[in-house]
């Protein structure tokens, strides 16, 4: 099996090995080493306005497959928790509710919403019980705006900070989700590849024409953070841009996009009429399904700029990602090179995953 090395000097480092596009046993080790130990977008705030208010859900479907649910409590604090019973592991929530407790409707073990154990019947005579072990665990939450991230380990710190800093001007508060404008698309490829188009704009002027007439490809800037990165867009003409505050540090720029990416899978885009959540989502070793998640706070501003025409230009990244998906399978190809100025974003993410992957 091969090593996953990617030196430190991107003059000098060659790409992934392809085996990590293509073979299931690396797909599997990545569940544990790159994806458990991250935060993954998990819903809304304005889900859970009430007390009592209880959410299912599966954290990354068809992947990691964990069932947690979201729950406000009675002092109205936002919590992610174990969807497992700790008597037998049946699932407590399966659909939206309110209640006092949880309560499993297998044998009827009940949990407080901060997940403490509150009761059980049939154990009077059962020792050493109730333990630590019969709490449902709670998980690590982060909140950014009305943006619930949980994650299954001691996700790290350093994943948000800078782009809530860079961005702590955009109304967070104020986006809506709009359904409307929202949509999945299945993508025959490895989810590496998906990801590592996106973190590149060196490939702009030849895959998305619309975009390229918006973008001034000349001013394309690429900024590395430990666990995330900033591809700036900054617009050809001063219309459809940011009205950024002064004292911030691109005051005065004509900023048409923000290009975020935490590791290993979201992409926080930023137009002027709001954001564009994009959550890369592995199915298998070879197919991949990424949620376009919209959220608007000026809507006189959509359909101009970098953030219009987002469904033709994720067409246009789908065909060239499924081409590399056929390609890095030939026998004639093993790794290739980076561009120095254009694809540091690219050799940064190589550089996680060779180091988390070991």
């Known amino acids: 099996m091969p090593t996953f090395e990617v030196h430190p000097d991107i003059a000098h480092a060659r790409t992934l090995d392809t085996a990590f596009y293509t073979s299931a046993q690396h797909f599997e080790a990545a569940k544990e080493k790159l994806f458990a130990p991250s935060w993954q977008y998990v819903g809304l705030s304005d889900e859970l306005k009430e007390n009592g208010t209880a959410l299912p859900l599966t954290l990354l479907e068809n992947y990691l497959d964990e069932p947690l649910v979201l729950v406000r409590d009675n002092e109205a604090l936002i919590r992610c928790l174990s969807n497992v019973c700790t008597h037998r ?150 219309d459809a841009c940011f009205d950024i505050p002064a004292g911030h540090p691109d ?39 990424v949620s376009f998640l919209t959220f608007v706070c000026d809507e006189s501003k959509l359909g101009s700029g970098a953030g219009t025409g987002l469904d033709q230009v994720e067409k246009e990244d789908e065909d060239v990602v499924e081409a590399v998906q056929r390609g890095i399978r030939s026998r004639n190809y093993a790794q290739g090179r980076y561009s120095v100025t254009r694809e540091q974003g690219t050799h940064h993410f190589h550089r996680l995953i060779a180091e988390l992957m070991g």
């Open 89 to 238: 592991g049946n699932i407590l929530v399966n659909a939206p509710c309110k209640a006092d407790k949880l309560r499993c409707r297998y044998h009827g073990r009940q949990f407080h919403l901060d997940g403490r154990f509150a009761h059980m019947p049939e154990f009077k005579e059962v020792k050493d019980f109730p333990s630590p072990s019969d709490d449902l665990r709670s998980l690590p939450l982060h909140q950014w705006g009305k943006l619930l991230f949980a994650g299954l380990e001691q996700a790290p710190a350093d994943a948000f900070p800078p782009m809530e800093e860079r961005m702590r001007w955009s109304p967070m508060g104020k986006l809506v989700y709009r359904p409307d404008l929202s949509a999945d698309h299945s993508v025959r490829a490895n989810w590496a590849l998906y990801v590592e188009n996106y973190l590149e704009g060196f490939h702009i002027p030849f895959v998305h024409p619309t975009l390229n007439a918006v973008l001034d490809f000349s001013d394309y800037t690429t900024e590395l953070y430990a666990r995330s990165s900033l591809q700036l867009g900054i617009a050809k003409t001063g």
């Open 251 to 289: 005051h005065g720029r004509k900023v048409a996009a923000y290009y975020w990416w935490v590791f290993p899978n979201l992409m926080f885009n930023f137009y002027p009429w709001g954001l564009s959540l994009n959550i890369v989502r592995p199915q298998t070793v070879s197919t991949t399904k």
